[in-house]
């Protein structure tokens, strides 16, 4: 009679004579990753997808097809629109408020002096780099200290004339959010802090003050 392809018979061991030759293994075989999409939504941190397509179905017992989808980690910077995106995405380069000083007098100087203002973080995660620097203008950097509140200052010129804004000063971020900054001068001195408020007329301590570049 006729060889019925069913693999069942293997493990039952009454497969016909001819099982091998009438009913071969055909494994699944998938199309190529097409390429990657756009972020999922753009201003956040979200994610891209590449996919692919069955062309042949598995048979007989062969392998099963591998995954259709693939999700990779992403952020865009603009919307559809060519509009930029809230500052809470782009990391905030800061430095030490010592120089905040000289960088006062020179706006004065240029009669560019704008009013800045100033915004509280919570330091969450500092990496070890900050202390592997021994360089005398990256001494600041010692001093970082996680869960210590820092006061940040956005003057001229790092205030944007558009915005009205110092880039990665938080604003439009959620309640909670980690947001990310840089140190200046050191590229290994980096981390993360939470957005505790904004002080529109501000004058930051001595200790635990920096600025916006």
């Not at 939504?41 to 062309?55: A, D, G, L, N, Q």
């Not at 007098?105 to 009013?115: P, Q």
Request: charged share 20%; glycine share 8%; net charge positive.
């Amino acid at each position: 009679g006729p060889c019925y392809c069913d693999q069942a018979c293997a493990r039952t061991l009454d497969c016909c004579h001819d099982y091998a030759q009438a009913c071969p293994v055909i494994p699944c075989v998938v199309s190529q990753w097409s390429a990657w999409s756009g972020c999922a939504e753009p201003c956040k941190t979200t994610y891209r997808v590449r996919t692919r397509h069955i062309i042949q179905e598995p048979r007989n017992g062969g392998d099963a097809c591998p995954a259709l989808e693939e999700r990779a980690g992403c952020v865009e910077y603009w919307t559809r629109q060519g509009i930029e995106c809230q500052q809470s995405l782009i990391p905030a380069l800061i430095t030490t408020g010592g120089f905040g000083k000289a960088r006062k007098k020179r706006a004065a100087a240029d009669g560019n002096e704008r009013a800045g203002y100033c915004v509280e973080f919570q330091l969450v995660a500092i990496t070890p780099g900050c202390l592997h620097s021994h360089h005398s203008y990256t001494r600041w950097m010692h001093y970082l200290r996680e869960g210590h509140t820092v006061c940040v200052e956005c003057q001229h010129p790092a205030l944007h004339s558009l915005s009205q804004h110092c880039y990665g000063d938080g604003t439009g971020s959620q309640k909670n959010q980690l947001l990310h900054w840089q140190a200046v001068g050191n590229h290994r001195c980096k981390g993360t802090w939470r957005r505790i408020r904004q002080l529109d007329s501000c004058s930051c301590p001595s200790v635990h003050s920096f600025l916006f570049i």
